[in-house]
């Protein structure tokens, strides 16, 4: 009786540790997708991050030159044309406003001082467009004409700047 006791005993011992390791091994699998899944989750996520990240910069980017060319238009005198952009954007200039020592025509005369400096010249800003009838400008708006000082310079432009 002890024999047979102690067989079954170790029978049960058997089919225990054999039970176990079949589900040990069946939860293997499903660890390794899981770790798969929550890999795939976490690359997702950092994907979608960096995507929502770069969305942001874009968008502070357009914030930042809408508010530079706001500031820059109130200080030659549209005021209208401000106030217009702010209704149209949504972006104040009672909300935000330029550093202290930042403006649009420092901010050009740095990048022609750097263009120059890297390439020989001075670059190109603007163009004339030619006036054929039917051909369409590609700008959705055009800002009025400045009335010429005896220079050659608009008055809204500093006094330093010259075309050429």
Known sequence: PNHSTE???????????????????????????????????????????SRQS????????????????????QDQGYINSVQQ?????NVSLARIDTADNVDLPSIITEYEDFYEMRFG??????RKVANDGGKDIDRKVSLPKLPPEANGVPPCLPSHYTEG
Not at 85 to 89: D, L, M, P, S, Y
């Open 121 to 126: 010249r001075k670059p190109k800003l603007t």
């Open 7 to 49: 067989a079954f005993k170790h029978l049960s011992e058997v089919q225990l540790h054999s039970t176990a390791w079949r589900e040990k091994a069946s939860l293997a699998p499903r660890r390794r997708r899981r770790a798969v899944m929550s890999m795939a989750m976490m690359r997702a996520k950092v994907d979608a991050d």
């Open 85 to 89: 952009i702010e209704q149209e954007t």
């Open 54 to 73: 770069e969305e942001k910069k874009v968008q502070e980017k357009r914030r930042n030159t809408l508010v530079l060319c706001m500031r820059y238009l």
